[in-house]
């Protein structure tokens, strides 16, 4: 070989090693997307424990409907998406639950009882709900909106209900200002204040008692109105903050004082002013005029807790999105950040913060970029040896809430059509079947609804309650009926897995349904009976 | 000491409790459930609670500690019981002849003398405020103990009212420890199988959801699946003791022993629920605020309950369950000596008495007495933190070891500066 022959050929390769060697990290930072970044994190971190498979296209499909539509897919919509043989037929199904109606309805039920705790319903908070999500309102403007309500403004009024809800008093007990000041905490900054309101907290050295008092001169300074002309909802009445509220350890007698702050955050001067000139639009009870403060401390608070300079405010969402989507924390619980209780995945954490922060608190991009990881498309099948929850290695069972229970077991049923016509007062009407799985599968108020529970309230309502058992009663065109009418075991088997669990069934539970439907009395009954148990299975209890 | 109750024997953990729960729950998924509890949980020997509420407050002068012929007495007698020296009211004569199988503690002194705060800071322990809300006695038991092996609720609550589950109950332990409320003596809602399904239907259906479900939770994470299984089975098991409930069919001659009346019915229920494996029975009686006309109305509301408390413990005893059984039988408060110009008497936590029998119980003792005039205690006096510890004690708890895990946050099961009461326990 001539010298200099090899190096002609050689040259022009040295170029494209180097650029394919600096491809990776060139575009990796600039064009790796969020969902990419965070399967790269949890990987790292599971380390040698192994991953579970990715979830089945059944698994996959049912998740994402129950997550994103607030129901389970139709028989028909799963058999569809089971035979599509194209490889981005996961990707489009994200994007294509993320345009439809249906997602901002889900995204309302969802925080509705993330927020509210089952303390009740209320028709203009659940419209501010849907629209804000409708319209992708930023996070940051929708907690504002909460924070401090701008009743007098009609599309934004039903943002009372987060505040006014919990100045309700129930039972023997005073109105609870602590309560809602703690939720502020709670809800907004991940920090649960509570144990620090008459005192330091006792096991979280970073609460401090400011901390709560901080929050609670804002919130304890709130009375609860009804509606009048200029606000349509119950609303409170912001009291004026003439000077700092005074507050003491329980511990001590020294006495300390401060201006509303948020938790963490520098103290909010309170402004002096002259008799009479506090008001910027003085409160008239005759006329109905709400009236607004010069100085509000609940304006003051929401400003700056609900901003990208409060580290907290992102990193609670950042965690509660996540949560939403994965069933667990990257910290857990939820409402209980501070240095000595570290996220799981403490880079991932900043990642979502600094990241949702950039896309100006876009909710609807993060939940479709975590939609979109392999870490929420896994299966909930445990891979070999098992595997800790808080690697997120497998996917976790997440608890279905009452509503979107009873719009899949309408929908699975075949009896949605039927039972949405009827009167309210009929036993099998909307009204009463949404009474009675709200009664069996709801939480009381003030719990929250955070993992799968079974219990035997509703136990008992599976089993026993005669308007449940209705729905699996042969009726013309409904579910049991159709499968009826399909004669043959493995037929019946089929539809009855696809419809209700999104799934086929394996030879084994083919095997299962036919010695079952042989073994009875009757074909009728036994169909019924069949339905029942899938409907009462653990599969279909919980989005797995 | 009784040989079956050791305190600090078996100071259980949450851990064996959740243990043994998923092990009752393979119990029920591997064909059949457990076999009927009454036998079983007499060999088990296990502990249970029976916990007698008189809400309102039971006046202390008129049943466990009278001072007749003083100033506050009131105008009933005493009289005296099988324990030499010590008298109660006349109007608790059955009772008094059982006086040697339960020990009376009469010097309770309590901080709340209004019932809203007291009912639930009394059932609590009132431990020190720590910014949550404490599980009630029963919740705290039904956790820390769990069900027995009957599989039943293990914290049932008979009532007169309304009945259904009571989350509240459990406190910061959250609603699965809450009861199970039997109202005016009636099973939950959805209770019974309906008609229209035969019970060869139900167990066939059943086994198909079991077999869906074992399918589906084997390559899984286990703890969701057995929970489930384990509330379908409680259902199925409380079904199959629905005899409890139709109090038609009880013997007439019993019902009369315990009393034709709410509290006589409701403590003969409770009997069954225990004898049926629940771990802890609350009965309820209310009506006991007898701020005015209140020598009347305790005539029949002191009355009823020496007559349902006699023939419960003597049935206890009779089963042998009484070894096992704590019994508590107590209110809010006690009632002020001074009686008001509406003939009554008002509430008051200074000096009262509970009485307790049974399971680590020191049968046959008094323990601390109050003044001449039953105004105050004299000498030591206990709070219900102090009750708290005994009764733990008395259940083979520890409460120096054994802790609530509240998220993370390990929390005192009794108020973490008071101790048992000395002489109470066996």
């Not at chain 1, 934004?156 to 005073?174: C, D, H, M, S, V």
């Not at chain 2, 399918?215 to 409380?238: C, G, M, S």
Request: glycine share 8%.
């Amino acid at each position: 070989m001539k010298p200099g022959a090899g190096v002609s050929v050689e040259r022009p390769m040295r170029p494209i090693i180097f650029i394919c060697a600096l491809l990776p990290v060139l575009a990796g930072w600039a064009a790796e997307s969020l969902s990419q970044r965070i399967d790269k994190l949890i990987a790292a971190k599971a380390g040698r424990q192994p991953l579970a498979e990715p979830a089945s296209d059944s698994e996959f499909l049912r998740r994402v409907y129950l997550d994103f539509t607030g129901q389970i897919p139709t028989a028909e919509g799963a058999r569809k998406f089971l035979a599509n043989p194209s490889a981005d037929k996961r990707a489009k199904l994200i994007d294509q639950l993320f345009a439809d109606a249906r997602w901002a309805e889900t995204m309302a039920d969802r925080f509705h009882v993330l927020l509210m705790e089952r303390r009740g319903e209320e028709e203009e908070w659940r419209k501010w709900l849907v629209a804000s999500f409708k319209a992708n309102k930023p996070w940051d403007a929708m907690a504002r909106e909460m924070l401090a309500p701008e009743g007098t403004d009609a599309a934004k009024a039903g943002a009372w209900f987060f505040i006014t809800k919990r100045l309700e008093k129930y039972g023997q007990n005073p109105t609870d200002h602590p309560g809602l000041t703690r939720d502020v905490g709670r809800m907004f900054m991940g920090v649960d204040l509570q144990c620090a309101q008459c005192h330091r907290h006792l096991t979280v050295k970073d609460y401090k008692q400011l901390d709560f008092q901080g929050l609670y001169a804002a919130y304890s300074n709130l009375r609860l109105q009804n509606p009048n002309d200029t606000i349509k909802v119950k609303w409170a009445m912001e009291s004026l903050l003439k000077k700092e509220m005074e507050f003491g350890s329980v511990f001590s007698e020294t006495k300390k004082t401060t201006g509303p702050r948020v938790p963490f955050g520098v103290p909010i001067t309170i402004p002096e002013f002259k008799k009479g000139e506090e008001w910027a639009v003085k409160p008239d009870k005759k006329k109905g005029v709400s009236g607004r403060l010069k100085f509000s401390p609940l304006r003051e608070i929401a400003t700056r807790m609900a901003t990208p300079e409060n580290p907290y405010f992102a990193r609670n969402i950042a965690n509660r999105a996540w949560f939403l989507m994965m069933g667990r924390g990257l910290i857990e619980p939820l409402d209980l950040t501070h240095t000595k209780n570290p996220p799981s995945h403490p880079e991932l954490l900043d990642l979502l913060a600094k990241e949702l922060v950039a896309h100006k608190f876009d909710l609807k991009w993060l939940f479709r970029e975590l939609a979109r990881t392999q870490t929420y498309q896994r299966s909930s099948v445990l891979p070999k040896g098992g595997a800790p929850e808080h690697l997120f290695a497998s996917a976790k069972e997440r608890p279905i809430a009452a509503e979107p229970l009873l719009r899949s077991v309408l929908l699975a049923t075949g009896e949605r059509d039927r039972v949405t016509k009827l009167d309210e007062e009929d036993a099998h009407s909307l009204k009463s079947f949404g009474d009675l799985f709200q009664g069996a599968f709801a939480n009381a108020p003030r719990e929250p609804e955070l993992a799968v529970t079974p219990t035997l309230k509703a136990a008992l309502f599976l089993r026993n309650n005669e308007a449940l058992l209705w729905l699996v009663q042969r009726r013309e065109g409904n579910l049991v009926d159709r499968l009826i009418k399909l004669k043959e075991p493995a037929k019946i088997a089929n539809e009855a897995f696809l419809t209700l669990l999104a799934r086929n069934p394996s030879d084994a539970e083919r095997a299962m349904v036919k010695s079952f439907l042989q073994k009875q009395p009757t074909l009728q009954n036994a169909v019924g009976d069949l339905v029942w148990a899938l409907l009462s299975s653990t599969e279909f209890f919980v989005n797995h | 000491m009784n040989p079956l109750c050791k305190p600090n024997e078996h100071a259980l953990s949450r851990r064996q409790w959740l243990g043994g729960m998923g092990g009752a729950a393979a119990a029920g998924a591997l064909g059949g459930l457990v076999s009927p509890a009454v036998g079983e949980v007499l060999k088990q020997k296990e502990k249970q609670v029976l916990f007698i509420w008189l809400d309102g407050g039971m006046s202390q002068l008129e049943s466990w500690d009278p001072k007749p012929n003083t100033q506050f007495g009131g105008p009933f007698r005493s009289i005296p019981t099988k324990l030499p020296g010590i008298h109660v009211s006349e109007l608790m004569p059955r009772m008094a002849k059982k006086m040697d199988k339960i020990c009376l503690v009469r010097a309770m002194r309590t901080q709340d003398n209004s019932h809203s705060a007291g009912v639930p800071r009394i059932q609590r322990g009132d431990p020190k405020n720590r910014g949550v809300i404490y599980p009630y006695f029963g919740s705290a038991v039904a956790q820390l103990m769990g069900p027995t092996a009957s599989g039943l609720p293990p914290y049932v609550w008979v009532k007169p009212g309304s009945g259904g589950f009571k989350p509240t109950d459990a406190g910061f332990l959250g609603p699965k420890y809450g009861a199970l409320a039997f109202g005016d003596g009636q099973p939950p809602p959805n209770f019974l199988r309906p008609a229209t399904l035969s019970p060869e239907q139900d167990t066939a259906r059943n086994e198909l959801r079991r077999a869906f479900n074992f399918n589906y939770a084997q390559p899984r994470r286990k703890a969701n699946n057995e929970a489930n299984t384990y509330v379908f089975d409680t259902a199925e098991i409380l079904l199959k003791r629905r005899e409890i409930f139709d109090t038609s069919k009880y013997p007439q001659k019993e019902k009369d022993r315990y009393g034709n009346h709410l509290l006589g019915q409701h403590m003969l229920i409770g009997r069954k629920l225990l004898e049926a494996g629940c771990r802890f029975v609350k009965v309820n009686s209310y009506g006991w605020d007898t701020h005015g006309d209140h020598f009347n109305g305790t005539v029949s509301l002191v009355n009823r309950f020496d007559q349902a408390f006699a023939a419960v413990l003597e049935d206890l005893e009779a089963t042998g369950q009484l070894d096992h059984t704590l019994v508590i039988a107590m209110s809010e408060f006690g009632r002020t000596p001074r009686i008001n110009g509406h003939a009554g008497r008002d509430h008051w936590p200074e000096a009262w008495t509970i009485a307790l029998a049974g399971c680590g119980i020191n049968a046959g003792a008094v323990i601390g007495a109050t003044n001449a005039q039953g105004t105050f205690v004299k000498g030591d006096e206990y709070d219900i933190g102090h009750m708290f510890h005994t009764w733990f004690r008395a259940l083979g708890i520890n409460p120096d070891a054994v802790e609530f895990d509240n998220g993370g946050q390990p929390l005192p099961i009794a108020h973490d500066d008071m101790g048992v009461i000395p002489g109470v326990l066996a």
